[in-house]
């Protein structure tokens, strides 16, 4: 498939689900709080993306693995996907971490590499997810600890939501300028 074509079609879909976890925050309440906090420490979710994480990053290890170990690349994802399963907690945090670092290191190569409009101001939004994402895969309690927060300070609700709200509208604009060819050089 056309890196391109990928790329065009990543960033809508990347927009939208931006656009819908904004909403999603913006509807944490002191009394939803207790269910909505569980999300760090869901093992399906979690582990499912943790998979497509470990996935991910393959090709990115094949430059720096020797030729003939790189057959094991494949069998080190499922056995990788075991050992997290088995031995860590907060598998949400730590899976949507990692594909938050691998999410910005994707749409900032990317958004230089085709001239995307806007690339410093977009770049700026990446630089922020990947930074948080470094955070949850490190520190996966934090993202407990925020939901809560933004359940007690109804002000850092609104700011939080604005902001992933404008990085959604911010890269479903770009997505959809790419579709369709507008102000692309």
């Excluded at 749409?107 to 806007?118: N, R, V």
Aim: glycine content about 6%; charged content about 10%.
């Amino acid at each position: 498939m056309d890196d391109l074509l990928i790329y065009k079609i990543s960033l809508p879909v990347f927009g939208i689900a931006a656009v819908l976890l904004a909403l999603w925050i913006y509807k944490i309440t002191p009394d939803n709080v207790a269910i909505r906090e569980k999300i760090a420490r869901n093992v399906r979710i979690g582990m499912v993306i943790a998979v497509i994480d470990l996935i991910w990053c393959i090709p990115h290890s094949r430059p720096l693995l020797p030729a003939g170990l790189q057959p094991y690349l494949w069998p080190a994802v499922a056995v990788c996907a075991i050992i997290a399963y088995n031995y860590l907690d907060n598998h949400f945090s730590r899976a949507i971490g990692g594909f938050a670092i691998l999410l910005a290191y994707y749409f900032l190569h990317e958004s230089f590499t085709f001239h995307t409009p806007a690339a410093p101001l977009f770049a700026i939004f990446c630089f922020a997810m990947g930074t948080i994402g470094i955070f949850y895969s490190g520190k996966p309690h934090l993202l407990r600890d925020h939901i809560r927060k933004i359940a007690r300070h109804l002000w850092l609700k609104h700011i939080v939501a604005l902001l992933v709200m404008l990085y959604g509208l911010l890269s479903l604009t770009l997505g959809i300028m790419h579709l369709t060819g507008t102000g692309i050089k």
